[in-house]
């Protein structure tokens, strides 16, 4: 376990900082050439696209790594049928395309629909291959394609951009990498093709598949109501402000998060009723993480104005607030995020779902008071309070339903963290007035550089590090 453990980590980090650095960079090149409106109008057609591509089978992929019965054959019937279910998704959604355009009275939503319809039917075909790599732990393999994919994807992107494709650019980005990652899964995959539409490899996943679905409809309505909202009641300029800082929030929260879950259920689904083994690691896995994103947190809000101008130019100045608020909230979004790794090691997807009804009820209440704000403000203030009150409960329901544990071993995990963030804002406040210059890279690189130093000497200080150093080797 511990081999298989640290070579996951070290390709899916590989893939994952790779990920976030052309990504990071792609946005930073369109920021410079497209408007707030643009991004506003891909936000839309993104955010519904991600809900079709949740139907299309998403959750196949780790129903697969967690049923150890299915052979080659099982998986070529799954795979016709993910491949009809996508066919018929793509055409709903296209045609969708067609309200969308009368709700925001903007024709260009039914192009956009049509050219994006052809991503779910990719995305549902990559559903078993996906799951097959997972399952039997390719990580190197998963990773590397990864990066390929994401490569092709932002040097077409950004030259379609500089051709003048405005937001078909956003569009022709996502095209190029699902396309690769489907072509390059099938070369990967060797999946024993069949006309065969028997139900019973089907019948083998759908208790898994049924309620995985179903949680991660809850997490995509919770997590996408509030810039469904803000499109239509304060419009695409606005929300593509709010998407902007929120987008920039969930960098460092997709690179943690996509570097550990991957690795985390395809080797602990094998010890799923070691009750002990699996609260171990989750109390583990938390701390550290909280003693990444805590500083993260503060250091973006401390920051926020100095990095948006940096990052995405001064047209962006709408978006500084809203970044600022949300960024408080990084913390809770990623220690909330590796929790559902968590149920679906422990085989245990209907109680998640209840876990994704309650967040769904903390969370959609607080964005729709904070639609009824009529600003970005006020939502992001509803969003990082919400999304912090989920985490506590989220946490707390797992480890007494899931993993036999209690709340105070949370607790006793978040105070080394928390009280890193306390000394670090108190440095941040005294220091940033004076670390300003007129270069915002050379600001920056002195906070940055000061706020690495009082990690460092508070992980030594503390003896954080010496404990770090011994779980990696275990």
Not at 11 to 24: D, H, K, P, R
Not at 36 to 60: C, E, M, T
Not at 74 to 87: Q, R
Request: hydrophobic letters at 55%; charged letters at 10%; a positive charge.
């Amino acid at each position: 376990m511990k081999n298989e453990f640290k070579t996951g980590i070290f390709f899916t980090a590989l893939g994952q900082y790779g990920s976030v650095i052309i990504q990071l960079g792609l946005n930073i090149v369109l920021s410079r050439l497209l408007t707030p409106k643009d991004f506003g109008v891909f936000a839309i057609i993104q955010v519904l696209v991600l809900f079709f591509r949740i139907l299309a089978g998403q959750s196949i992929s780790p129903a697969i790594v967690q049923n150890k019965l299915l052979t080659n054959k099982d998986y070529g019937v799954i795979f016709n049928y993910s491949l009809i279910m996508g066919i018929v998704l793509a055409i709903f959604f296209g045609f969708f395309g067609n309200i969308l355009s009368k709700l925001f009275d903007n024709q260009i939503y039914v192009s956009l629909s049509w050219m994006m319809s052809f991503l779910i039917i990719a995305d549902s075909v990559n559903c078993v291959p996906n799951g097959i790599l997972a399952k039997e732990k390719r990580f190197k393999e998963v990773n590397l394609r990864f990066l390929f994919s994401l490569i092709a994807g932002a040097i077409v992107g950004i030259t379609s951009a500089f051709l003048g494709a405005g937001v078909y650019a956003l569009i022709i980005f996502e095209s190029i990498v699902t396309i690769s990652t489907l072509v390059l899964n099938l070369f990967l995959v060797k999946i024993e093709f069949t006309k065969s539409l028997d139900l019973q490899p089907v019948k083998s996943i759908f208790f898994f598949v049924k309620h995985q679905t179903l949680f991660a409809l809850i997490d995509y309505l919770y997590r996408n109501l509030d810039n469904l909202l803000i499109g239509i009641f304060l419009g695409a300029t606005n929300l593509g402000n709010y998407s902007k800082g929120y987008q920039l929030t969930a960098f460092p929260i997709s690179v943690l998060q996509s570097v550990i879950n991957p690795v985390i259920q395809p080797i602990l689904s094998e010890h799923e009723r070691d009750y002990d083994l699996i609260r171990d690691t989750y109390l583990k896995i938390t701390h550290t993480f909280a003693m990444l994103v805590v500083p993260i947190s503060l250091f973006m809000f401390l920051n926020a104005d100095k990095i948006i101008y940096f990052l995405f130019g001064n047209q962006w100045t709408q978006a500084i607030i809203p970044f600022a608020i949300l960024s408080l909230s990084i913390w809770a979004q990623m220690l909330a995020q590796t929790i559902s790794v968590f149920w679906q090691s422990r085989n245990l997807p209907h109680i998640q779902t209840r876990n994704g009804l309650l967040s769904f009820a903390i969370i959609g209440s607080a964005i729709v008071i904070g639609i009824l704000t009529q600003s970005i403000i006020g939502v992001a203030y509803a969003v990082a309070i919400s999304y912090i009150i989920n985490f506590f409960v989220s946490a707390t329901f797992l480890l007494y339903k899931g993993l036999g544990g209690k709340i105070s071993q949370l607790i006793n995990v978040l105070i080394q963290p928390f009280l890193l963030g306390v000394l670090l804002v108190a440095a941040m406040l005294i220091s940033n007035p004076v670390l300003s210059f007129s270069s915002l890279f050379l600001t920056l690189l002195a906070r940055g550089g000061l706020w690495l130093s009082c990690i460092a000497v508070f992980l030594v200080g503390t003896g954080e590090w010496s404990k770090f150093r011994i779980m990696m080797k275990k």
